[in-house]
């Protein structure tokens, strides 16, 4: 069973840093791309950034580019956002998402077919 | 960026009925859209990707179609499990979006 589990959020004041992380398993990590998508509570979902399976090709939102660095560590199964210069706008629930993966002979990067339950990251005075 | 409308906001029906969700891309996305279902305290599920393809393990009642910039998401026959929260989410570009999202609530 695929599984993806966050942590890592809570409170930071603005201007400060979180690393947030994902831990997989129940598939081999080294040969899906993964993202980083968040939500404001009970508001919509927000793409926020993307890895490819070796981790050569990252990818982010405009909103948190600059600021936002994702990384990957194949050999512990685990994805991370490294977040620095936090403002209030970036309060939400970070979700890890997998992709698809490829379908007969299709390839799906940019779908999210797995997701994790989430990590609140707040940011406040 | 490329901006992904849904319609109505709210959908209100009945156990039973057929439910048609509408989502509108501002340029040409092929068909390169994906439609997911969140419940309150859960994460999302996939639904429907590349416009028409049923995700694994969903049942034959969600049906999706479409190109270019209009799509739907149909529910030929609604289940109580199905009142929900329903997005969708391009890929026609690097920049990936979603919609607001259509709420299905009971009438």
């Known amino acids: 069973e695929v599984q993806l589990v966050e942590s890592g959020g809570g409170l930071v004041q603005p201007g400060g840093s979180l690393r947030l992380s994902c831990a997989a398993s129940g598939f081999t990590f080294s040969n899906f791309w993964m993202h980083w998508v968040r939500q404001v509570p009970g508001k919509g979902l927000v793409w926020v950034s993307r890895?490819?399976?070796?981790?050569?090709?990252?990818s982010y939102a405009d909103s948190v580019k600059g600021r936002f660095t994702i990384s990957r560590d194949n050999a512990k199964n685990t994805l991370y956002l490294e977040m620095n210069s936090l403002r209030a706008e970036d309060t939400a629930l970070y979700y890890c998402?997998?992709?698809?993966?490829?379908?007969?002979?299709?390839?799906?990067?940019?779908?999210?077919?797995?997701w994790g339950q989430g990590t609140l990251v707040t940011v406040s005075s | 960026e490329i901006v992904l409308t849904q319609s109505p906001a709210t959908l209100s029906l009945s156990p039973g009925e057929r439910a048609t969700l509408s989502c509108r891309a501002s340029q040409s996305v092929s068909s390169h859209l994906a439609w997911y279902q969140q419940k309150p305290g859960q994460a999302p599920r996939l639904l429907i990707y590349d416009a028409s393809n049923r995700a694994t393990g969903i049942p034959a009642r969600f049906s999706g179609s479409g190109s270019g910039t209009d799509f739907t998401l149909t529910i030929s026959s609604l289940e109580p499990e199905d009142f929900a929260v329903y997005y969708c989410q391009q890929r026609g570009n690097w920049l990936l979006t979603f919609g607001p999202g259509t709420k299905v609530d009971i009438k």
């Open positions: 998402a997998r992709e698809i993966g490829c379908i007969g002979g299709n390839c799906y990067p940019e779908y999210f077919q797995h």
């Open positions: 890895l490819n399976n070796d981790g050569s090709s990252p």
